[in-house]
């Protein structure tokens, strides 16, 4: 113990006088999750000795995930928790955990993603940033302004795709959807202008930002789930001796099962408050929900090979049908 003291103490004194890692995020200011990142800082500043300072800038302060993406790479930020809206948009076979309706199951995901999440770090390390913890969003629905429950219904609305996101824009375009290209946060007011009628997004997201005051109509299938992560820009972390980065690290990881296990708590309650505030909940029957299978079974093609590598896309699938032979096809019905 002491000799590993002793090595902290010699890499923190190799460390500039102080590093500040600004981050920034889209996490309400004040929630339970800004309340983890800042713990995770805690725990930085005390590996470092005090020399490793995080600063988190909560709420979309710093402009929406694409915008904090690029102030990382002209040097205004440093790191970045994002959901996987913006991860796409740095590399996109993060995509690969986010393929409509392909899993059904926190169970699912954490399999896969335990599995394929080498590849996806490398992916973007090899981009400039690296990965500190992986993170969930919650499970993506559509809210509309009217009630919608077929493809269809929704074919007819305009449809936001968050700005910057490309491949899932042209995706919509050419399967029949209205996409609208607009940032995370404008989606409020392009709801009250009739900009958009519609829009994807965890039962979370739009509770903490209160976007379902403008769309008050949710379709209770899974389409799919949205993931996250804290990254770190490269050059910075290149920067830091290797036995304060494993401390960091480690805290990181913590942070990051912490923020995963409140994001999942508090996801089964977000549905009823918004109720309790005029959600009107869609249900859909099997029908409907095989009408939608369908439609994200059509999808598959074009995610393969252009969005997701192929050999990657196929390796989900895999890992996927093979988590439910073991476990006697549990998370099959594509309903919450």
């Known amino acids: 113990m002491i000799r590993i003291l002793s090595v902290l103490l010699i890499c923190s004194a190799m460390l500039p006088a102080q590093t500040i890692v600004r981050l920034g995020t889209m996490v309400p200011k004040g929630s339970r999750w800004h309340e983890i990142l800042i713990n995770m800082g805690e725990e930085w500043k005390k590996a470092s000795d005090g020399k490793v300072q995080l600063k988190i800038y909560p709420g979309g302060e710093q402009g929406d995930e694409p ?86 219904d929704i074919r007819k609305l305009k449809l936001c795709v968050l700005q910057g996101d490309n491949s899932t824009f042209q995706l919509y375009k050419i399967n029949g959807f209205h996409p609208v290209a607009l940032a995370a946060t404008d989606i409020l007011t392009g709801l009250q202008t009739g900009l958009i009628e519609a829009f994807q997004s965890p039962p979370l997201f739009a509770l903490s930002n ?52 409140e994001i999942r708590k508090a996801e089964a309650g977000s549905v009823p408050m918004m109720q309790q505030f005029g959600l009107n909940v869609v249900h859909a029957d099997g029908k409907v929900i095989a009408e939608w299978r369908q439609l994200a079974e059509n999808i598959w093609p074009k995610l393969r090979g252009t969005m997701v590598p192929p050999d990657l896309f196929d390796e989900v699938k895999r890992l996927r049908d093979e988590y439910r032979k073991a476990h006697h096809g549990a998370g099959a019905t594509g309903m919450p």
Do not use: C
């Open 67 to 152: 915008e904090m993406v690029q102030k990382i790479r002209i040097k205004k930020l440093q790191a970045v928790a994002i959901s996987g809206a913006g991860l796409s948009g740095i590399d996109a076979a993060t995509s690969a955990l986010q393929i409509p309706m392909m899993l059904n199951s926190y169970e699912e995901l954490d399999y896969v993603r335990d599995r394929i999440s080498a590849r996806l770090e490398k992916g973007l390390a090899d981009r400039g940033f690296i990965v500190l913890n992986w993170g969930d969003a919650g499970w993506v629905h559509f809210f509309t302004k009217q009630p919608a429950m077929h493809p269809d």
């Open 210 to 261: 209160q976007w379902f005051g403008g769309a008050k109509n949710m379709l209770d299938i899974q389409f799919a789930q949205l993931v996250g992560a804290t990254l770190i820009s490269k050059d910075v972390w290149i920067k830091i001796p290797a036995p304060v980065q494993k401390q960091i690290k480690a805290s990181a990881l913590t942070a990051g099962v912490a923020l995963r296990e």
